[in-house]
């Protein structure tokens, strides 16, 4: 059995068999950190989503005039330049020669359009008929990721908040929380309603074109307690110091313009117009 396959079942033998308080609040802040930890085993693993080709639109929304970005795919070069902190680099001379051309690199991104394309059923989704409204209420994602060198970075086009995403637990693990684009597609009768559906929900496409504006870095340091175990005559730890289990980082978009279609995207639903468009 291999040192860490041994330490975990040496841990969860501790575990099982503590009946304090303080006992569970070990193993709860394990559990927290064995997850976060395996959230960042799977975004290191997971293949990135392999390129859509796009239909021909008028601008803002044609690839043309704009870059595209895989959502959970790889972020534009040099965005980690929007945020304060040491450059990224294997050596001390990468990193001196990313902090040469930080500059350069942040003032490239604030010149350029991005645009982000969302599909249903996850990314656009068809709500339940409202029939009092007598509409189909639909939410756009607020936000996606994209990664680089040093990890994950939200981009958010609404009103994103750091918060819990385990609230009431005494440890919690902070992720960046957009609200959904939100609209409806006015629809009185309920069979209607369910030919739209069976028709369209999963043919629901959103674009959403923007620039990039504030960087920003949220950050949460917690004492995680420590846990040992003697076994074979050597001592064995888990844990202990101050973690950071904040939401990282974050960049606002400046929308530009967003627009839900559906039939291959020939017919619009919804657009959202940013300012000075």
């Known amino acids: 059995m291999t040192t860490s396959r041994w330490l975990l079942v040496v841990l969860g033998t501790a575990l099982a068999t ?43 929304y044609d690839d043309a005039s704009t870059e595209r970005l895989v959502p959970d795919g790889a972020c534009p070069e040099g965005l980690w330049a929007l945020f ?17 051309r930080k500059e350069s690199l942040a003032k490239a991104l604030s010149n ?51 918060g819990a995403t385990r609230a009431g637990d005494e440890v919690s693990l902070n992720a960046w929380l957009a609200p959904p684009v939100t609209f409806t597609v006015p629809i009185k009768s309920m069979g209607e309603a369910k030919r739209f559906r069976q028709d369209h929900a999963l043919g629901l496409v959103a674009r959403v074109v923007f620039t990039f504006g504030k960087a920003e870095v949220d950050k949460k340091l917690l004492k995680v307690g420590r846990v040992s175990a003697q076994a074979e005559g050597e001592t064995v730890g ?22 839900v279609a559906v039939q291959q995207e020939q017919q619009q639903l919804y657009e959202l117009k940013g300012p000075g468009y």
């Open 112 to 162: 350029k359009r991005f645009l982000v394309r969302l599909r249903a059923p996850d990314q656009v989704t068809l709500k339940p008929h409202d029939a009092a409204q007598g509409a189909l209420p639909v939410e756009v994602l607020g936000s996606t990721l994209c990664r680089d060198a040093l990890g994950s970075i939200t981009i958010a086009w609404t009103d994103a908040k750091a």
């Open 84 to 100: 304060s902190g040491d450059p990224p680099g294997d050596t001390p001379d990468e990193k001196k020669a990313n902090g040469a």
């Open 18 to 60: 503590g009946c304090d308080d303080r006992g569970k609040r070990t193993e709860r802040q394990l559990e927290a950190l064995r997850a976060k930890q395996l959230a960042q085993k799977t975004a290191k693993e997971e293949p990135l989503a392999a390129p859509v080709a796009l239909p021909k639109l008028d601008p803002p």
């Open 238 to 259: 888990y844990g202990g110091g101050a973690e950071d289990w904040g939401a990282g980082r974050l960049v606002r978009a400046n929308v530009i313009g967003l627009r």
